[in-house]
C-alpha cells in the first residue's frame, strides 16, 4: 500500500508566532501567511497581438507603467518588465491559468505563460506599524507618499529578494497600511525569521513606534 504525502506550507512552522504578532503588539501589526495561490510568468510584447486576448481573459488591461499592479479577477497582475508580468489567482481560475494564458500568446514571438506557482509564498503585512517594520530592512522609501496602493517593487527585504505590492489602506481596520510579500519559497523561513526578529522592536509597548510612516 502506498503512503499517500501530505502537502504543507513552507511557512506551516511559523504560522502561529506570526499570528501572535497582532496579540505582541496590541494590535499595530499582523502578519499573515496566504495560502498558496496560482502563479503565471507573463512574458508578451504589451504592443502586440495577444495583448487584447490576455486583457479580456483577465477581465483588466495589463499594467504598463513600471513598478504597478492592478486587481485582476480574484487575484493580481503585477508589472514585473517592460513585457513581463505576474498573474495570480487565489481560486485558480482556469481562465488565467498557464494553458489558457499559453494559448493566448502562443503565435506571438518571445510569447510565454509559464506556471510559477511553487515559486513564491505569500505574506500579507497589515497594520499602523507595517511600514515602519519593513522600513528596517528594506532600503526603498515606503512612506505612502513614495509607495501608495498600487504601487509595486522587486526589491530586498531583509536580505530576501521579494516582489512587495502595497494595498488599499482601507482594507485594513486598524486604518494603517495593508502589503503583500512574495517570497522565494526557499527564502521563506529566512524571511520569517527576520519579521519576528524585526517585530522585537514593538512587543510590549505599542505606543513606543513613530508614526513618520503611518501617513
Same mark, same amino acid.
Not at 507595517?130 to 531583509?158: I, K, M, N, V, Y
Given at each position: 500500500?502506498? +503512503?499517500?504525502?501530505?502537502?504543507?506550507?513552507?511557512?506551516?512552522?511559523?504560522? =502561529?508566532?506570526? =499570528?501572535?504578532?497582532?496579540?505582541?503588539?496590541?494590535?499595530?501589526?499582523?502578519?499573515?501567511?496566504?495560502?498558496?495561490?496560482?502563479?503565471? =510568468?507573463?512574458?508578451?510584447?504589451?504592443?502586440?497581438?495577444?495583448?487584447?486576448?490576455?486583457?479580456?481573459?483577465?477581465?483588466?488591461?495589463?499594467?504598463?507603467?513600471?513598478?504597478?499592479?492592478?486587481?485582476?479577477?480574484?487575484?493580481?497582475?503585477?508589472?514585473?518588465?517592460?513585457?513581463?508580468?505576474?498573474? =495570480?489567482?487565489?481560486?485558480?481560475?482556469?481562465?488565467?491559468?498557464? +494553458? +489558457?494564458?499559453?494559448?493566448?500568446? +502562443?503565435?506571438?514571438?518571445?510569447?510565454?505563460?509559464?506556471?510559477?506557482?511553487?515559486?513564491?509564498?505569500?505574506?500579507?503585512?497589515?497594520?499602523?506599524?507595517?511600514?515602519?517594520?519593513?522600513?528596517?530592512?528594506?532600503?526603498?522609501?515606503?512612506?505612502?507618499?513614495?509607495?501608495?496602493?498600487?504601487?509595486?517593487?522587486?526589491?530586498?527585504?531583509?536580505?530576501?529578494?521579494?516582489?512587495?505590492?502595497?494595498?488599499?489602506?482601507?482594507?485594513?481596520?486598524?486604518?494603517?497600511?495593508?502589503?503583500?510579500?512574495?517570497?522565494?519559497?526557499?527564502?521563506?523561513?529566512?524571511?520569517?525569521?527576520?519579521?519576528?526578529?524585526?517585530?522585537?522592536?514593538?512587543?510590549?509597548?505599542?505606543?513606543?513606534?513613530?508614526?513618520?510612516?503611518?501617513?
Amino acid at each position: 500500500m502506498t +503512503a499517500e504525502l501530505a502537502s504543507t506550507h513552507p511557512l506551516d512552522a511559523y504560522a =502561529t508566532a506570526l =499570528t501572535g504578532l497582532a496579540r505582541d503588539t496590541g494590535g499595530g501589526l499582523s502578519v499573515e501567511v496566504q495560502p498558496t495561490v496560482q502563479s503565471v =510568468t507573463l512574458r508578451l510584447d504589451p504592443a502586440g497581438p495577444a495583448r487584447a486576448g490576455v486583457d479580456a481573459a483577465l477581465g483588466t488591461a495589463l499594467p504598463t507603467g513600471a513598478n504597478t499592479w492592478v486587481a485582476a479577477g480574484d487575484g493580481e497582475a503585477i508589472w514585473l518588465g517592460p513585457d513581463e508580468w505576474l498573474v =495570480t489567482s487565489h481560486s485558480g481560475d482556469a481562465a488565467v491559468g498557464e +494553458a +489558457a494564458l499559453r494559448a493566448l500568446v +502562443a503565435g506571438e514571438v518571445g510569447g510565454a505563460a509559464v506556471d510559477t506557482s511553487a515559486q513564491r509564498v505569500v505574506l500579507r503585512i497589515g497594520g499602523r506599524l507595517a511600514r515602519e517594520l519593513l522600513s528596517f530592512g528594506c532600503s526603498l522609501d515606503l512612506h505612502p507618499r513614495s509607495f501608495p496602493a498600487g504601487r509595486s517593487a522587486q526589491t530586498l527585504l531583509g536580505g530576501a529578494g521579494v516582489i512587495l505590492l502595497a494595498r488599499d489602506a482601507a482594507a485594513d481596520a486598524d486604518g494603517g497600511a495593508v502589503l503583500d510579500v512574495h517570497v522565494r519559497s526557499s527564502f521563506a523561513g529566512h524571511l520569517a525569521d527576520w519579521l519576528l526578529d524585526a517585530a522585537q522592536e514593538f512587543r510590549d509597548d505599542p505606543a513606543a513606534a513613530s508614526p513618520a510612516l503611518a501617513g
